[in-house]
């Protein structure tokens, strides 16, 4: 249905940028996504919103039911998923307010479902690029004119809700990565295992903790996040129209021969859990 999927992170709970915006119940295997979508448009270009955190932001990072939202949108006919996403920032040179759209992820995560598979059956699925770069390049075409764009980077996922050490802060940044953040794993895994493209606007609210200069407390996260949840609804609502409704990328086909288990295998109940992911391959 080529139909683009929203997840509004931090700050991000308001579909007010859609139009003729309609709630959709959607059952899952996996239990109920953090809010019942809603589906409206973009211009003519139909979109399905789902807060991570569902409304009034009751879930943390932890608590997220990745899978159940992930293959709620799946179901709905998202091919391509959108992610807002509040980070920190572990360089000097990409300063608070900064829009980051990185190109790896680290995981650090340890008490997520990670995966659609397992139960009866297992597939391998590749990993090595784990955000859609044509997705990314549309997005950083229409906000680069406006806002402080840095393109690339590795964003280091944290299992949170809790805030770095000053040590572990400092671990990440001599290991060069970029950003830091609790929310991008397992999404950006998920996404990949039901061939969704998936980026994410990570939107920088602080220096982490190993700058010296400022203290990062709630008070400032949620300040910058106010301040950048318009550059996100304005990046959003330029960059859906533009985006052309075929997909030529490698996620479109990413379950394709990963399948290890014989289907003669696969339990009957697991099967049917999946067919929306892997029937089309049995």
């Not at 608070?96 to 995981?107: E, H, K, N, S, W």
């Not at 980026?199 to 609210?205: E, L, M």
Request: charged share 30%; aromatic share 8%; proline share 5%.
């Amino acid at each position: 249905m080529n139909r683009i999927g929203i997840i509004g992170g931090s700050g991000i709970y308001d579909p007010s940028l859609f139009e003729d915006v309609v709630e959709k119940k959607v059952e899952t295997p996996f239990g109920a996504p953090s809010s019942e979508p809603l589906v409206g448009y973009i211009g003519d270009r139909e979109v399905v919103f789902i807060p991570r955190h569902g409304e009034g932001h009751r879930y943390s990072p932890s608590e997220v039911n990745y899978r159940a939202n992930i293959y709620a949108l799946k179901k709905l006919g998202v091919d391509r998923i959108i992610g807002a996403n509040a980070v920190g920032s572990l360089k000097e040179d990409v300063e608070p307010l900064d829009i980051v759209l990185p190109d790896q992820v680290f995981d650090r995560t340890k008490k997520r479902e990670s995966s659609f598979f397992g139960d009866g059956v297992v597939a391998h699925v590749g990993f090595a690029d784990p955000f859609c770069q044509q997705l990314s390049n549309y997005i950083a075409d229409v906000a680069r004119d406006d806002y402080s764009v840095v393109e690339g980077g590795t964003y280091v996922t944290i299992e949170g809700p809790m805030f770095s050490t000053r040590a572990e802060s400092n671990f990440y940044r001599n290991q060069g990565f970029d950003i830091i953040g609790m929310t991008a794993v397992p999404e950006a895994k998920l996404a990949r295992e039901a061939e969704m493209c998936y980026s994410i606007i990570a939107t920088v609210t602080d220096y982490d903790v190993w700058h010296e200069e400022e203290e990062v407390t709630m008070e400032l996260v949620v300040e910058r996040m106010q301040r950048n949840e318009n550059a996100i609804k304005d990046i959003i609502s330029k960059v859906v129209p533009e985006i052309p409704m075929k997909r030529d990328c490698i996620c479109k086909t990413a379950l394709e021969n990963t399948v290890a288990t014989n289907p003669e295998n696969i339990p009957k109940e697991r099967k049917k859990e999946l067919d929306l992911l892997i029937g089309k391959y049995l």
